[in-house]
């Protein structure tokens, strides 16, 4: 099985052949992000999959909010380019969870929390800290907590 790494440089080379500029760019970018979350912290690390998805969402992120800010400033050509760069990202990126999906997850985590003793932040802390390996990249993190919360009763 391919890395999402391998991936993304096999993806570069096609798009340089292809003369697709803008993959090429985003994909440059994206993986040069790689290389800096691999060098940083106190050693540097391969990272595995999940890993990369986390930058890789954290990346998709940064572009839609930029789109927004582009467009609320009035620069539609800018806010196109950051769409665009969110599309080619979002190519390696796993499907997003669906609602009926994540209810059933949380429900799971929560009925393992209370069974395990644990209410109220305790609850929440441990719930999350099981939901975010298996929802990496499939559903943002305030979204979950959000979810999360409501679901253990705490807001």
Do not use: C, H, W
């Not at 391919?2 to 003369?19: H, Y």
């Not at 769409?83 to 979002?90: D, G, N, P, T, Y």
């Not at 997003?96 to 985590?109: F, N, R, V, W, Y």
């Amino acid at each position: 099985m391919t890395s999402i790494k391998e991936q993304l440089r096999q993806d570069l080379t096609t798009a340089m052949k292809a003369g697709d500029r803008d993959a090429v760019g985003t994909i440059r970018m994206v993986l040069t992000s790689v290389s800096k979350a691999e060098v940083s912290g106190d050693s540097a690390k391969e990272l595995d999959d999940a890993e990369t998805t986390a930058v890789l969402t954290s990346e998709a992120k940064r572009r839609k909010e930029a789109a927004e800010e582009f467009e609320r400033a009035g620069r539609q050509d800018l806010a196109n380019k950051e769409r665009a760069e969110a599309e080619v990202l979002a190519r390696y990126l796993p499907d997003p969870l669906s609602a009926t999906e994540l209810d059933q997850l949380i429900t799971a985590a929560v009925d393992t929390a209370q069974q395990a003793g644990l209410s109220g932040g305790r609850a929440m802390g441990a719930v999350m800290k099981d939901l975010k390996q298996s929802t990496v990249g499939r559903v943002d993190g305030a979204d979950l907590a959000s979810a999360v919360k409501q679901a253990l009763g705490l807001g």
